[in-house]
């Protein structure tokens, strides 16, 4: 079992950033992949960002060239910089772990951090 925490959010203005972080912890097994995604409301959850073990990244095209994901190995935690957030970025964001044990793949959630971009 993983647990993940989260940290980060809060209320800015447009033009603004924002830092999130997200630790990992309570499991031996090799953590594949951490990332973000987030769900505004009425709508459904999305990639944000994603970094594998061997840091691979993939960003949505809406946040490409303003926020950046990163990943330190040695502490299990993510973080996304992001930088020039506007009200459109207004969302919960959910940190995302995938851990492989055995030969399965599983998914583990944050419990969301809300960012709010105000106009």
């Known amino acids: 079992q993983v647990q993940l925490v989260e940290s980060g959010g809060g209320l800015v203005q447009a033009g603004g950033s924002l830092r999130l972080s997200c630790a990992a912890s309570?499991?031996?097994?090799?953590?594949?992949?951490m990332g973000w995604y987030r769900q505004a409301p009425g709508r459904q959850r999305e990639l944000v960002a994603l970094?594998?073990?061997?840091?691979?990244?993939n960003y949505a095209d809406s946040v490409k060239g303003r926020f950046t994901i990163s990943r330190d190995n040695a502490k299990n935690t993510v973080y996304l910089q992001m930088n020039s957030l506007e009200p459109e970025d207004t969302a919960v964001y959910y940190c995302?772990?995938?851990?492989?044990?055995?030969?399965?793949?599983?998914?583990?959630w944050g419990q969301g951090t809300q960012v709010t971009v105000s106009s």
């Open positions: 995302l772990c995938t851990v492989l044990s055995g030969r399965e793949l599983y998914d583990y």
């Open positions: 970094i594998t073990a061997i840091r691979s990244i």
């Open positions: 309570g499991s031996n097994s090799v953590i594949k992949a």
